[in-house]
T-cell receptor, first 114, second 114 residues
Framework: GNSVTQMEGPVTLSEEAFLTINCTYT??????LFWYVQYPGEGLQLLLK?????DKGSNKGFEATYRKETTSFHLEKGSVQVSDSAVYFC?????????????FGTGTRLTVIP | DVKVTQSSRYLVKRTGEKVFLECVQD?????MFWYRQDPGLGLRLIYF???????EKGDIPEGYSVSREKKERFSLILESASTNQTSMYLC?????????????FGSGTRLTVV
């Protein structure tokens, strides 16, 4: 079946530190992969996506590369800011499996301290 | 700016009340979804709909029902609210191919049942 596993949080970093949030997936077909971000008190916003192997999604300084060989889609940012404090969700959509839904990880809370 | 609008940000209801959570999208999306979000459990799918008057159960439909009389509106109904339904509720919509574009989420409704 389809599933997403994210690294456990919470993650606390100092401003300007390097960020990695690990995400691995299991899919029966050829998934698209997503990272969503949820700021305090808000809904989820699409941060970036990749629809096929070796694609790199990027936005707001965040990047993630679709690695089929390791079934991973790790989120990275070179220098985090206080404003990046949020919960980050990895997700997949596996259209080829006949499903039309997104499967979400459990989320990773990031806190960036000045 | 495209948007998913949830009618209330905060609601407080009494045990046993019938509760309606409303969601409207202006993107002409076919698919709409209701999730609940609880600490440590991530997002759990309650119900979804691929078309007007059509509904499908998600992972945790017990105690809930839905209504989709118009394409743009998807309502979540708590037939008899209970304290274990205290949660953040998130509505989302997508085109027929979420594998390409992902979901668009509303800002959420935080429901407290007392």
């Amino acid at each position: 079946g389809n599933s997403v596993t994210q690294m456990e949080g919470p993650v606390t970093l100092s401003e300007e530190a390097f960020l990695t949030i690990n995400c691995t997936y299991t899919a029966t077909g050829y998934p698209s992969l997503f990272w969503y971000v949820q700021y305090p008190g808000e809904g989820l916003q699409l941060l970036l996506k990749a629809t096929k192997a070796d694609d790199k999604g990027s936005n707001k300084g965040f990047e993630a590369t679709y690695r089929k060989e390791t079934t991973s889609f790790h989120l990275e940012k070179g220098s985090v800011q206080v404003s990046d404090s949020a919960v980050y969700f990895c997700a997949l959509s596996d259209k080829s499996a006949g499903a039309n839904n997104l499967f979400f990880g459990t989320g990773t809370r990031l806190t960036v301290i000045p | 700016d495209v948007k998913v609008t949830q009618s209330s940000r905060y609601l407080v209801k009494r045990t046993g009340e019938k509760v309606f959570l409303e969601c409207v999208q202006d993107m002409d999306h076919e698919n709409m979804f209701w999730y609940r979000q609880d600490p440590g459990l991530g997002l759990r799918l309650i119900y979804f709909s691929y078309d007007v008057k059509m509904k499908e159960k998600g992972d945790i439909p017990e105690g809930y029902s839905v209504s989709r009389e118009k394409k743009e509106r998807f309502s979540l109904i708590l037939e008899s609210a209970s304290t274990n339904q205290t949660s953040m509720y998130l509505c989302a919509s997508s085109s027929v191919e979420p594998a390409n574009y992902g979901y668009t989420f509303g800002s959420g409704t935080r429901l407290t049942v007392v």
